[in-house]
């Protein structure tokens, strides 16, 4: 709502020409309302969004309000309904300023729409741009959502987005044992699917539990498919704010589960890395309290590290697999050994598994690491393909 569109994504790293996306031909699933608005005439309407849930510059909601749809309450992931909250903080609910509607936090320990919350709706809307790694939680409110509305017996609508990270599968498949908000299935951390095919496949495995399934729609993308990159109009939460972020983000976000900085609380987040302590940097930075970042690791440290954005985002993006060797190459530089992950073991959780982290402290090799995870991400790959809807990468 209001301005959103303001905040849209930064040009950083070379070669971000439009050439390189599809999105002069692409109509995302919220705007083909002629598909989906004969669903929601005469109905009580609850939407689950944020900033990015956007029709043609326009937030979803003023549209459907436009066009005389009942919406009752709005439903807010982590970062919240405008999009500015830090990673992890407390997203607490609301009114909108501008249509007076209320807005109810999905995140903290309301993670999960209560039978109260869902009083008065008749059905749902889904419509959050996501970027297709497993540690990006609006997939997990995607499934809280999802089993709401099973439990309600309310139909859910989920509007498809481009997966930005959609060309390629690969990382570690999530351990159960590990499951937790930042990794609910058992997928791997770059699961190629867009929020549509994702919502399908929590249906179709089951996820929601055996007696449990999601009266659901979706309304289809038109002019993507996996072979294709699509450039989001608006970052997606605070810390990723153009698209070498976003391509670089399933490999570094890694670093969260160690004392290495991957640039929150600086103007590039996702897109450097780096320690005080790392004696192979050639680029510095100081994180500093920001935006988004009210209190980064090693707020005012001069850390000693790497950055990409003179890199080829072509290159980055068609690189096509998990970039561990750089997580790797830091354990071997700072010499900590397992004083290099935090302490709270937030690495198995990112990881899905405790087996990354005991292999990067035996000294198993990038080459060694990928090859254990083979056998599961061939099994998802087979899995997956039952619930595309679009043309697949090779």
Known sequence: MIIFWLIGLQVVGQNQSSELYCNANVEVGAERTSTYLDNLNGLKVGLVGNQSSLV??????????????DIVKIFSPEHGFRGKADAGEKVNSGQDSKTGLPIISLYGNNKKPSSEQMDGIDIM??????????????????????????????????????????????????????????????????????IGEYAKMINGEKWLGEEKVCDLLVIP?????????YRLPIKPSPNLPNMLSIYLYPSLCFFEGTVVSIGRGTKTPFQVIGHPDYSKGTYSFTPQPAAGAKNPKLNGANCQGLRFLEQDIKTIRNYRKLRISWLIDFYRSLNIKDKYFLSNNFINLLAGTDKLKAQILKGCSVTQIRESWQDSLSKFRLKRKQYLLYKDFD
């Open 56 to 69: 043609n510059e326009v937030h979803l909601v003023d549209t459907l309000l436009s066009l005389n749809i």
């Open 125 to 194: 809307i889904f419509d959050i741009q996501d970027v297709g790694a497993r540690f990006y939680t609006y997939i997990s409110t995607l499934h809280y959502v999802m089993e709401a509305c099973s439990e309600k017996g309310i139909k859910l609508i989920v509007l498809d987005r481009p997966n930005p990270n959609g060309h390629y599968v690969d990382g570690p498949v999530l351990d159960l044992k590990y499951k937790s908000f930042v990794g609910m299935h058992p997928i791997p951390v770059v699961h190629g699917l867009s």
């Open 221 to 229: 993308c038109e002019g993507w498919d996996h072979t294709k990159f």
